[in-house]
C-alpha cells in the first residue's frame, strides 16, 4: 500500500493539516500577547479549543487510516471533520465577520484531488450548507459570536443574503474550477504513463537487442571511461561487467586503447583488426552522442575473429596443398618414370661390373641419390594425395618399442642421448599402425637430429579419456619463435638437407585421424611435441577433434 500514490497524498494532507493549524495557534498566540483587552484575550479562548480538536483529529485521522484501508472513506471523514472545524472556527471567531471561511475552498480542492469532481461538489454543497445555516442562525438570533455576548445584530438581510450567495458561488466555482485542472492533471498523468510505459518497453526492446546480439558493444566517454559493456562483450573478454563499468579503457585494454588514440591508423566507421587480451579483435567505432549531436564518447562494436582467422590460416593452407596436389600427379609422372628408368640399370650394372674402390663410392653416391629422389617423391605424394588407410585398434606402446630398438641403428644416433620413457597403462588407440609409426618416427627422428651432440630424449604417454597423448621431447637447441607458426607448412624447413616434407606429413596424418598436433619450443632449451589421438572410432554424429 506504500506504492500507492493516493496513500502517499493521504500522508501529506494529514502534514499539511498539522502545519496549517500550528500556523493558526502561531497567529493566535502573538494576538493574545500583543491584546492588553482582558475581554478579548478571553474570545480567544475558544479558538484554542477548535485548534486542539484539530490536532485531535489529526491524531485520530493516523489511527483511523490504520483501521480503515479504503482511501476514499478516510477522505470523506476528515473533509466532513475539517468542514466542521472550520464552521467551528468561523463561529467562534466572529460569524459573517470572520475571514477563516477562506479555509473551505482547501477542503473543497483536495477533496477534488482525492476523490474526483464528485468529490468537490459533495464538498461545495457542505461547505455552503455549514456556513449559509451558521449565518442563518446568527440572523434569526438562534446563536451569537462568542466574543460579543450581548451585542446588537446590525447586519441587514440583503447584506447576509449576499455574503451566502457569494460564499456559495465561490465554493462551487472553485469546485469546478479545480475539477477540471484535476482532469487535466489526471490526463497529464495518464498521458505521462503511457509514454512511459512505450518508452520501459522501447527501452526493454533496445536492452534486449543489444544484450542478445553475440558482438561485443562498449561506450567510453570523452575521457576514456568506460560507461557501458553488453553481455556479448563479456563473453569474448571473459570480464565481469561490474569489474568494467567507470574504469578508464587503457587500464582493461591496453593495446586497444593504444589503437584507438592512433586516429591516422583508422577512421570512424571503418572497421580495423588489434590484438588484445590474447584473441584477434575485429573493431569499429562510431561517435556517440547526445540530443543535441554534441559528441559525449564513443561506442566501441567488436568481435571475437581469432577462430575465423584460423580457418583463413586453415583454408590458405588447403589451398596450399590442393596446388601441390594438382601438380603432384603430372609431376610424379614426370619423376618416377625416368627414375625407374635410370635405377634398373644402375643397379643391374653394380651387380655385373667389378668396381674400383672409388666407382664403388660413385655407385653408392648416386644409389643414395636415387633412394633419396624416390623418397622425396613417395613423401610427396603422400602429402598431396592421402589415401584412405584401413584402421583398427592398435597398441602405441609396442610400436615405441619397436622404434626405439630401430633408432640406435639409425645414422642420425648419438650414443650419449639418454632415452627415458614413461608410459601410461592404456595407450590403446584407434587408427592406421603404418601411419601412426610415421608419426612417431619422424618426430622421434626430429628429435635425435636436435641433439647431435647428446641429450636426453623422453617419451610420454598420458591418458586424457577419449584421447592418448603422446609427448616427445628433447633437450636440443630449439625453435626460434619466428618459425614456429611455419612448421606445418609443405616444404619449409630450419635444417640444412631437410625437404620440408616431415612435420607436414605428420600433421595431415594427424588431422585424418580427427588428432592434434602441437609444438612447445624454448630456443636453446628443447622443444616438446605433443599429439592427441583418439581412443575410438568416432560415430557419425560425433566431431572427435580435439
Given at each position: 500500500?506504500?506504492?500507492?500514490?493516493l496513500?502517499k497524498?493521504?500522508?501529506?494532507l494529514m502534514?499539511?493539516?498539522?502545519v496549517?493549524?500550528?500556523?493558526l495557534?502561531?497567529?493566535?498566540t502573538?494576538v493574545?500577547?500583543k491584546e492588553?483587552?482582558?475581554s478579548l484575550?478571553?474570545a480567544?479562548t475558544?479558538?484554542?479549543?477548535?485548534?486542539a480538536?484539530?490536532?485531535?483529529?489529526?491524531?485520530a485521522?493516523?489511527f483511523i487510516?490504520?483501521?480503515?484501508?479504503n482511501?476514499?472513506l478516510?477522505?470523506?471523514?476528515q473533509?466532513i471533520s475539517d468542514?466542521?472545524?472550520?464552521?467551528g472556527?468561523?463561529?467562534?471567531?466572529?460569524?459573517?465577520?470572520?475571514?477563516?471561511?477562506v479555509?473551505y475552498?482547501?477542503?473543497?480542492?483536495?477533496?477534488?484531488?482525492?476523490l474526483?469532481?464528485r468529490g468537490?461538489l459533495i464538498?461545495?454543497s457542505?461547505?455552503?450548507?455549514?456556513?449559509?445555516?451558521?449565518l442563518?442562525?446568527?440572523?434569526y438570533?438562534?446563536?451569537?459570536?462568542?466574543?460579543q455576548?450581548?451585542y446588537?445584530?446590525?447586519?441587514?438581510?440583503?447584506y447576509?443574503f449576499?455574503?451566502?450567495?457569494?460564499?456559495?458561488?465561490?465554493?462551487?466555482?472553485?469546485?469546478?474550477?479545480a475539477?477540471?485542472?484535476?482532469?487535466r492533471e489526471?490526463?497529464?498523468?495518464?498521458?505521462?504513463?503511457?509514454?512511459?510505459?512505450a518508452?520501459d518497453?522501447l527501452?526493454l526492446?533496445h536492452?534486449?537487442?543489444?544484450?542478445?546480439?553475440?558482438?561485443?558493444i562498449?561506450t567510453?566517454?570523452?575521457k576514456?571511461?568506460?560507461?557501458?559493456?553488453?553481455?556479448?562483450?563479456e563473453e569474448?573478454?571473459?570480464?565481469?561487467?561490474?569489474?568494467?563499468i567507470?574504469?578508464?579503457?587503457?587500464d582493461?585494454f591496453p593495446h586497444?586503447?593504444s589503437?584507438l588514440?592512433k586516429?591516422?591508423?583508422w577512421?570512424?566507421?571503418?572497421?580495423?583488426?588489434v590484438?588484445?587480451?590474447?584473441k584477434?579483435?575485429?573493431?569499429s567505432v562510431?561517435?556517440?552522442?547526445?540530443?543535441?549531436k554534441?559528441k559525449?564518447?564513443?561506442?566501441?562494436?567488436f568481435?571475437d575473429l581469432?577462430?575465423?582467422k584460423?580457418?583463413?590460416?586453415?583454408i590458405?593452407k588447403?589451398?596450399?596443398?590442393?596446388?601441390?596436389g594438382?601438380?603432384?600427379a603430372?609431376l610424379?609422372?614426370?619423376?618416377?618414370n625416368?627414375?625407374a628408368?635410370?635405377?634398373g640399370?644402375i643397379?643391374?650394372?653394380?651387380?655385373n661390373?667389378?668396381?674400383?674402390e672409388?666407382?664403388?663410392?660413385?655407385?653408392?653416391?648416386i644409389l643414395?641419390?636415387?633412394d633419396?629422389?624416390?623418397g622425396?617423391?613417395?613423401?610427396?605424394l603422400l602429402?598431396?594425395?592421402?589415401?584412405?588407410?584401413e584402421r583398427k585398434?592398435?597398441?602405441?606402446e609396442v610400436?615405441?618399442?619397436?622404434?626405439?630398438?630401430?633408432?640406435?641403428f639409425?645414422p642420425?644416433?648419438c650414443?650419449d642421448?639418454?632415452?627415458?620413457?614413461?608410459?601410461?597403462t592404456?595407450?590403446?588407440i584407434?587408427?592406421?599402425e603404418a601411419?601412426i609409426?610415421?608419426v612417431?618416427?619422424?618426430?622421434i627422428?626430429n628429435a635425435?637430429?636436435?641433439?647431435?651432440?647428446?641429450?636426453?630424449?623422453?617419451?610420454k604417454?598420458?591418458?586424457r579419456?577419449?584421447?592418448?597423448?603422446?609427448?616427445?621431447?628433447?633437450?636440443?637447441?630449439?625453435i626460434?619463435?619466428?618459425?614456429q607458426d611455419?612448421l606445418f607448412?609443405?616444404?619449409?624447413?630450419?635444417?640444412?638437407?631437410g625437404?620440408?616434407?616431415?612435420l607436414?606429413i605428420v600433421?595431415r596424418?594427424v588431422?585424418?585421424h580427427?588428432?592434434?598436433?602441437?609444438?612447445?619450443?624454448?630456443?636453446?632449451k628443447?622443444?616438446?611435441?605433443?599429439?592427441l589421438?583418439?581412443?575410438?572410432e568416432?560415430?557419425?554424429g560425433e566431431?572427435?577433434?580435439?
Amino acid at each position: 500500500m506504500k506504492d500507492n500514490p493516493l496513500e502517499k497524498r493521504l500522508w501529506w494532507l494529514m502534514f499539511y493539516r498539522v502545519v496549517i493549524v500550528t500556523l493558526l495557534l502561531c497567529i493566535t498566540t502573538f494576538v493574545r500577547i500583543k491584546e492588553t483587552e482582558p475581554s478579548l484575550q478571553a474570545a480567544l479562548t475558544p479558538v484554542y479549543f477548535i485548534i486542539a480538536l484539530t490536532y485531535l483529529f489529526s491524531f485520530a485521522y493516523f489511527f483511523i487510516s490504520k483501521i480503515i484501508k479504503n482511501i476514499r472513506l478516510n477522505i470523506y471523514i476528515q473533509s466532513i471533520s475539517d468542514l466542521l472545524l472550520i464552521t467551528g472556527l468561523v463561529y467562534v471567531t466572529g460569524g459573517i465577520e470572520s475571514i477563516y471561511s477562506v479555509f473551505y475552498p482547501l477542503v473543497i480542492i483536495y477533496s477534488v484531488l482525492f476523490l474526483a469532481g464528485r468529490g468537490g461538489l459533495i464538498s461545495a454543497s457542505l461547505s455552503s450548507i455549514f456556513y449559509g445555516l451558521l449565518l442563518d442562525l446568527e440572523y434569526y438570533g438562534i446563536i451569537q459570536p462568542i466574543y460579543q455576548l450581548g451585542y446588537n445584530y446590525n447586519s441587514s438581510e440583503g447584506y447576509v443574503f449576499s455574503r451566502i450567495f457569494i460564499h456559495i458561488v465561490s465554493f462551487y466555482i472553485i469546485a469546478l474550477l479545480a475539477s477540471f485542472a484535476a482532469r487535466r492533471e489526471k490526463m497529464a498523468r495518464d498521458l505521462l504513463a503511457e509514454k512511459e510505459s512505450a518508452f520501459d518497453q522501447l527501452d526493454l526492446l533496445h536492452r534486449s537487442i543489444i544484450e542478445s546480439v553475440d558482438t561485443g558493444i562498449l561506450t567510453f566517454d570523452l575521457k576514456e571511461i568506460i560507461k557501458y559493456f553488453n553481455r556479448g562483450a563479456e563473453e569474448i573478454t571473459g570480464f565481469v561487467r561490474s569489474q568494467i563499468i567507470n574504469k578508464k579503457i587503457n587500464d582493461i585494454f591496453p593495446h586497444l586503447s593504444s589503437m584507438l588514440n592512433k586516429e591516422d591508423q583508422w577512421k570512424i566507421g571503418s572497421r580495423f583488426e588489434v590484438v588484445d587480451l590474447g584473441k584477434i579483435l575485429g573493431c569499429s567505432v562510431s561517435n556517440l552522442v547526445d540530443g543535441n549531436k554534441e559528441k559525449i564518447g564513443n561506442i566501441l562494436i567488436f568481435q571475437d575473429l581469432t577462430v575465423i582467422k584460423e580457418m583463413e590460416g586453415q583454408i590458405e593452407k588447403n589451398k596450399r596443398l590442393a596446388f601441390v596436389g594438382e601438380m603432384a600427379a603430372s609431376l610424379a609422372h614426370e619423376i618416377r618414370n625416368p627414375l625407374a628408368s635410370i635405377s634398373g640399370p644402375i643397379q643391374m650394372l653394380s651387380k655385373n661390373i667389378s668396381l674400383d674402390e672409388t666407382d664403388k663410392k660413385l655407385m653408392q653416391i648416386i644409389l643414395r641419390g636415387k633412394d633419396r629422389l624416390e623418397g622425396f617423391v613417395k613423401d610427396f605424394l603422400l602429402l598431396a594425395r592421402p589415401k584412405q588407410s584401413e584402421r583398427k585398434n592398435i597398441n602405441v606402446e609396442v610400436i615405441i618399442d619397436d622404434l626405439l630398438e630401430s633408432l640406435c641403428f639409425s645414422p642420425e644416433w648419438c650414443k650419449d642421448i639418454e632415452v627415458i620413457k614413461n608410459l601410461c597403462t592404456q595407450t590403446g588407440i584407434y587408427g592406421n599402425e603404418a601411419e601412426i609409426r610415421q608419426v612417431i618416427w619422424n618426430l622421434i627422428l626430429n628429435a635425435v637430429q636436435a641433439m647431435p651432440e647428446g641429450g636426453r630424449l623422453k617419451i610420454k604417454t598420458t591418458d586424457r579419456k577419449k584421447y592418448l597423448e603422446i609427448r616427445i621431447s628433447d633437450t636440443g637447441h630449439g625453435i626460434e619463435e619466428k618459425s614456429q607458426d611455419r612448421l606445418f607448412e609443405p616444404f619449409y624447413t630450419t635444417k640444412k638437407n631437410g625437404t620440408g616434407l616431415g612435420l607436414a606429413i605428420v600433421n595431415r596424418i594427424v588431422e585424418s585421424h580427427m588428432g592434434k598436433i602441437s609444438i612447445e619450443s624454448k630456443p636453446g632449451k628443447g622443444t616438446d611435441c605433443i599429439v592427441l589421438l583418439p581412443r575410438q572410432e568416432a560415430s557419425d554424429g560425433e566431431d572427435s577433434r580435439c
